[in-house]
């Protein structure tokens, strides 16, 4: 494949002290951990060593996104590098499961709920109650936001939905302009993305998991198209295939192929 334009830099934030804890974050706000900011001074390192400089940075309205983005960008040196925030790149909202025990909900369910709960492409956890959801979105950050914006649940459909306007209208032109940008996102926020940029069926992102904090490449080629190129998605394919933790107690997830085994 023929590379034109510029590069595509995805990136899942450091772990976060509920993905440590094993517990359900969607929309709700956890710092990074320790092992997180660790992650994500390794990713801008990486970024450095293989000289892959992004022009623009882009987030979500969540701290563990803004702050690995934060240390990258200090990795790198850039700081005066402009910065956009979206609720587009936010993560999956997980509806009535934000905040519960990961291994409480296992026990409630039966595998196959919980993990089309976590994984299916097109159903959604139950939702969020309209009081826990009004304490949400009293934060500033969501004030003057339209009802669409503003989520009980999401299904990965949902997510992409509502990311492929940042694509298409922010993210695509960039590239076609020759820029690198760097989107730092989340875990099933990236899911639903790669799925839409490499083409991927419900049943391929159903087994697909990105690991955090290891960076990922997309170009367009010349028919507009895009790729990952030879060498993959991931720009540290030996950490990109260790395998996902999901914490004690609960069964290891599928291992993300440095190419995409989706
Ligand atoms: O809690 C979450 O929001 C996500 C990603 O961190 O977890 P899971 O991997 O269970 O979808």
């Given at each position: 494949m023929t590379a034109s334009g510029g590069a595509l830099l995805l990136l899942r934030h450091g772990q976060s002290v509920s993905n440590a804890a094993d517990i359900f974050t969607g929309w709700s706000d956890p710092p990074l951990s320790a092992l997180g900011a660790t992650q994500a001074r390794q990713a801008g390192a990486t970024l450095d060593r293989l000289g892959r400089r992004p022009t623009s940075v882009h987030t979500s309205l969540l701290r563990r996104s803004i702050d690995t983005a934060a240390i990258v960008v200090a990795v790198l040196g850039f700081g005066r590098l402009p910065v956009h925030r979206s609720?587009?790149?936010?993560?999956r909202h997980y509806g009535a499961?934000?905040?519960?025990d990961k291994r409480a909900v296992a026990a409630e369910v039966d595998a196959a709920t919980f993990r089309a709960w976590r994984r299916s492409y097109a159903i959604a956890p139950p939702a969020m109650s309209e009081s826990a959801a009004a304490a949400m979105y009293?934060?500033?950050?969501?004030?003057?936001?339209?009802?669409?914006?503003?989520?009980r649940t999401e299904s990965l459909a949902d997510v992409r939905a509502r990311l492929l306007p940042y694509w298409s209208d922010v993210l695509r032109p960039l590239l076609v302009a020759g820029e690198t940008p760097l989107v730092v996102g989340h875990g099933n926020s990236l899911r639903a993305f790669v799925m839409h940029l490499e083409g991927l069926s419900p049943a391929a992102v159903e087994r697909l998991d990105i690991p955090t904090g290891v960076p990922m490449l997309y170009h367009l080629d010349r028919g507009g198209q895009t790729g990952t190129g030879?060498?993959?998605?991931?720009?540290?394919p030996v950490s990109a295939t260790e395998p996902v933790r999901i914490g004690p107690g609960l069964p290891a997830l599928s291992t993300p192929g440095p190419s995409g085994a989706g």
């Open positions: 609720w587009r790149l936010n993560e499961l934000t905040g519960r009293a934060d500033p950050r969501y004030a003057g936001l339209p009802p669409e914006a503003l989520p030879a060498a993959g998605r991931y720009l540290d």
